[in-house]
């Protein structure tokens, strides 16, 4: 008996394979491939998809949910996973799950299937997103099952002409969307290898791209426009990508944590991540009282640690972007920035909202701090380190 089944479809050699892997195993393939940012030739994935043995595929633009709905949470969390990746693949996954269900209810399939193979975070995120979302679907990963090498798929392409593009010597695996590209394996899978240049494709080389200053607006928490002109958000991260990319920020390298306890070394490029978690981060140190800006340091990296673990569909993750979005109204205003050498550094920033105030900082004239007040806190701000110091020498006379 037939089975139908909706296929996280991204068009390159795994996927296609994977298509007459599945027919082969009495699956009607519905090849879905979700836009989140990574620019590709649909028609030639369509085709690719028929020609592998689909029997219907689609193309799911969610750049728009996915900016809005899961960047900007992220980007409000200034979230950066083990301090430095800001969750580029990690973000991705819940949204390609959840719109793979829904093609799942429309065609009434049973089943669903995903590239992920059984190394990696992916495999999680997408296994338990679904397993929440639509219970008793039956989940397929074959890359988890079949064992092949690149070699092998290669093979199995060109036996069963599937006309893919792949050739032996392909580099790196990499994933990429509006927020980030991952990149591992080959030369990188030895850490003490420097990452050849040929591993980059969104930025410049830091040591000769150009000097640039650039200027982010936020309107309660969520950026809305760069250099003064005001942009959606997709075209506001194309555009800081850009800006960004061309200075040659957003390089990481990063040894790498996995959920499956792996360690693993990753290179990201995420420019556009770079310039606007920096920039953020920054109107909240002009904007936010301080209490509430080092509680919130410590909720980031649980909502971090949280989408990097594949927990986005629970009351965790909810209950700390409830939190976080709390926070986020006063964060209004400009931040200015030098893009340099591929470090980004904040030069300026203003705010309707600051809670900085000149008369009370300054050294001028002008000055309204109560340097009496002063005086009367200190005294009351110490008393217990006095008490302690007093207690001690007391004991060692005693
Ligand atoms: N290690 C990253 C993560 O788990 C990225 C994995 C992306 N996959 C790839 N084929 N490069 O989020």
Redesign the pocket.
Known sequence: MTKRLVLAYSGGLDTSVAIHWLTERGYEVIATTIDVGEAKDTSVLTQRAFAAGAIDVRVIDLKEEFAQGYLWPALQANALYQGRYPLA??LARPLLAQALCGVADETGAQAIAHGSTGK???QVRFDVAIATLRPGTEIVAPAREWGLTRADEIAYAAEFGIPVQATLDAPF???ANLWGR???GGVLEDPWNAPPEACYEWTANPETAEVKEVTVAFEAGAPVAIDGIALRPVPLIAEAHAVAGAAGVGRIDLM?D?LVGIK?R?IYEAPAAALLIAAHQELEFLTLPRELLQHKAGIEQTFAQTV?NGLWFTPLREALQAYIASTQQAVTGEVKLKLAHGKVTVIGRKSPQAIYSHDLATYGTGDLFDHQAAVGFIKLYGLQSQAYAKAQTEKSHA
């Open positions: 693949t990690a990696g975070n992916d695996s990499v994933d991952s990149v591992e790498e996995r693993s990753e990097y």
